[in-house]
């Protein structure tokens, strides 16, 4: 499976709150990092952070490069109450996420809010 359809499937995934599905995804050995905060996770610490993180939210793909074994992703994500802009960079090794290093920003008002 290429890095772009591996990225696309852990948007439309996260997007969905699939955390399941997220898990199939990672490598046994993958390693998350969150860089503004410096939280480093495993694979099933990861998920778990996720799912007690994931009050209606929606993921939202806006750009995807991807070459060889890694992607960046710039996306939004929305939970109900705000608005958040993340770029996550993933590498993908025999088809399964093995890093995810990611930027999020402090939550904003979501463009309703701002009008």
Known sequence: MSVEVV?????????????????????????????HDGSVFGRDDWVAFNTEHS????????????A???AILRSHVSNGEGLFHVVSFLTVT???ITELVEVWTDQIATPEENQ
């Open 55 to 66: 009050v209606q939210v929606r993921f939202v793909l806006e750009d995807l490069v991807a």
């Open 94 to 96: 025999g088809g399964l």
């Open 7 to 35: 990225a696309r499937d852990f948007v439309g995934r996260m997007d969905g709150c699939d955390w399941e599905g997220v898990a199939t995804l990672l490598a046994p050995d993958f390693r998350g990092e969150h860089v």
């Open 68 to 70: 060889g074994e890694c």
